[in-house]
């Protein structure tokens, strides 16, 4: 089994208006949107493109579909990888693996999405297993992303920035936080969610201080339960 059996083939189209972000966060994706739209320009002034971006912060807070979103705008394909299902013993081989990913996204001039970066980009010493291995493949890393072209894009997910290698995260052009959703941004996701539903089914508790995520979750289990409790009163009443 080689790197390319983990590429998670995810056909979901994503807009850019499906996502809710912050203001601000809003606002950097969209730049750098733009400047991969007019990257000829920018590079006509000797203007670097950000090409290079890590999307950091709690889990379940958009990270992915942002990925997917920019993507979608771009007209680029996405290579998609979740790095915790692929770091195994044999560390040396995932780096040669990886080295090819990247490769394939240079060709293709792709958006390659690394989730879970921090599953390969620990700090060199900080595990005891495989240490030098570890070391080699940071380094591996280190030379993989300094040489990634500005016409493909490279966007990395983590939950736990700080124990990412302090070398691997000077090479972020842009970083993107995270936080956990405002109420007002919750009670828009709400809104969204419910909408595709009954009028009758759209009276649920709302909880807040959860990531969109959870929120989802929370709002189809009480949804279908509503639902549930529909089915089985029309059976019951049906066979009276």
Do not use: W
Request: one cysteine or more; glycine letters at 4%; aromatic letters at 8%.
């Amino acid at each position: 089994m080689n790197i390319f059996d983990f590429i998670i083939h995810d056909r979901e189209k994503v807009e850019l208006d499906d996502i809710l972000l912050d203001e601000d966060n809003r606002q950097q994706v969209q730049q750098l949107i733009k400047e991969h739209t007019y990257v000829g320009e920018l590079l006509q002034y000797g203007l670097p493109v950000n090409h290079k971006v890590l999307l950091h912060g709690s889990s379940g807070c958009g990270k992915t579909m942002t990925a997917k979103a920019i993507a979608q705008a771009l007209g680029k394909n996405i290579l998609i990888l979740n790095l915790s299902n692929i770091v195994s013993a044999r560390i040396g081989e995932t780096s040669q693996n990886i080295k090819q990913v990247f490769d394939k996204a240079a060709r293709e001039k792709a958006v390659l999405f690394l989730d879970e970066f921090d599953q390969i980009g620990k700090a060199r010493g900080n595990d005891d297993k495989d240490v030098g291995e570890m070391r080699r493949l940071v380094n591996t890393l280190i030379q993989l992303i300094d040489y990634f072209p500005n016409d493909a894009l490279l966007i990395c997910a983590t939950n736990h920035p700080e124990i990412i290698d302090t070398a691997l995260l000077r090479r972020f052009q842009l970083r993107i936080r995270f936080a956990m959703p405002s109420k007002e941004l919750l009670d828009s996701y709400y809104d969204t969610l419910l909408t595709r539903f009954p009028e009758e089914l759209r009276e649920v508790t709302r909880v807040y201080n959860i990531s969109f995520a959870e929120a989802k979750d929370h709002t189809h289990t009480q949804v279908k339960a509503a639902l549930l409790r529909r089915l089985e009163t029309a059976r019951q009443y049906a066979n009276n």
